[in-house]
């Protein structure tokens, strides 16, 4: 069998969701029928950053980052993008996030490749224009690829993209990175062992919802007096939060932590998941809790109640709803059996449903009958 030229595109390998989606899904397709070539929009990754190069270059991938950065880049990256894909000869590109999905739909185009897939990673009520651009250049996309039913309904109503040409790959999960994990020593933190803790994992932005995470604390805080606050992640609100935590009086109970590596290992040193997000996708660090075997308490946005399942309810509250959000936290914390029966369900939901597996089939599927179709089986 011949094998079929990929170019998968992203904006930049710095280590997030959809740039872990990208690494995991090249690294393990099948090489036997497809021959696969990332695209980094972006300069290559400083050593010291937390980025997935290693996972491709470790994966024998070939991989070229065009080193765009300004607006003023974008005619030179999509001419430079196209031209690489036409040397290439290349029959499908599958590309993530916004700038790459539109650089790789005007590249691709130019350079005459047959399949173009967009994906949608998160249902952008910030950024509108990106919803318009979307629209007004769908005609170039054979497949937008929706990380949820949620956010497939949001672009057909909210960014008007045809209802045919959408499809659902949920995120996979590698449970291998999450099985038989010791706890990480979080006592540089000042964070002891068989203390209950509450684990936030995120961009410290807007979108996160950390600000109401803390204003929230001090009520179940102060129900839980055992009970701490690691928020781990970088972001633009830093300095906010520390802030807000000191004029609330928490901040002996509520950790920072910049990214670290061993999330796996965090993880499972914490007693339950908090995701206080105003919008979503499908949060990969959910599923990420539910490998291991943790209860979630998360607002009720995009991507959670599929992940979720029929444990959804007991686990999700209204965006905004501070009572409903520590009433969850303290029930779980206050109910160890619980709260255990329910991390089990979880991780045995998302060995079902959510495994890497799963998802770089569902993608290689979806590629295989494209390439049919357009007569290069």
């Not at 590698?174 to 990480?184: M, Q």
């Not at 701490?228 to 928490?250: K, N, S, W, Y």
Request: with cysteine.
């Amino acid at each position: 069998m011949p094998q079929h030229r990929i170019g998968l595109c992203i904006t930049d390998l710095q280590l997030g969701g959809a740039e872990r989606c990208l690494a995991e899904l090249a690294s393990r397709l099948d090489r036997q029928r497809f021959a696969v070539t990332v695209y980094c929009l972006a300069a290559p990754p400083r050593p010291d950053e937390p980025s997935v190069l290693p996972i491709l270059l470790a994966a024998g991938l070939e991989v070229h980052c065009l080193g765009a950065g300004r607006p003023w880049h974008f005619l030179p990256v999509v001419r430079r993008l196209g031209r690489m894909l036409a040397e290439r000869r290349t029959q499908l590109i599958q590309t993530f996030l916004f700038h790459a999905n539109l650089v790789g739909r005007l590249a691709a185009r130019r350079a005459g490749v047959p399949c173009v897939l967009s994906g949608i990673r998160v249902a952008e009520r910030r950024s509108r224009w990106h919803l318009w651009l979307d629209r007004a250049t769908q005609h170039l996309v054979d497949r937008h690829v929706c990380v949820s039913a949620s956010v497939a309904r949001f672009a057909q109503e909210q960014a008007g993209l045809r209802p045919e040409r959408l499809v659902v790959i949920p995120n996979g999960v590698d449970l291998r990175r999450f099985a038989g994990v010791r706890p990480a020593d979080l006592s540089t933190l000042g964070i002891y062992p068989r203390r209950p803790l509450a684990m936030f994992i995120g961009r410290l932005d807007r979108q996160k919802g950390v600000s109401w995470l803390l204003d929230s604390a001090p009520d179940w805080l102060g129900q839980l007096p055992e009970a701490e606050l690691l928020v781990v992640g970088r972001g633009p609100m830093v300095g906010h939060l520390g802030a807000q935590c000191r004029r609330l009086g928490i901040s002996g109970r509520v950790h920072f932590a910049p990214w670290r590596s061993d999330i796996p290992a965090v993880l499972a040193a914490s007693t339950l998941l908090l995701l206080p997000s105003e919008w979503e996708g499908m949060p990969n660090v959910v599923a990420e809790a539910m490998a291991s075997g943790l209860p979630v308490v998360a607002a009720d946005v995009e991507g959670v109640r599929e992940l979720l399942g029929p444990d959804a309810p007991q686990q999700i509250v209204p965006y905004g709803d501070s009572a409903a959000l520590s009433a969850a936290v303290v029930r779980l914390v206050q109910n160890p059996a619980a709260a255990r029966a329910i991390g089990e369900k979880n991780r045995a939901r998302v060995a079902n449903h959510f495994s890497i597996e799963q998802m770089v089939a569902a993608y290689q599927q979806l590629w295989h009958s494209l390439l049919a179709s357009s007569g290069r089986p």
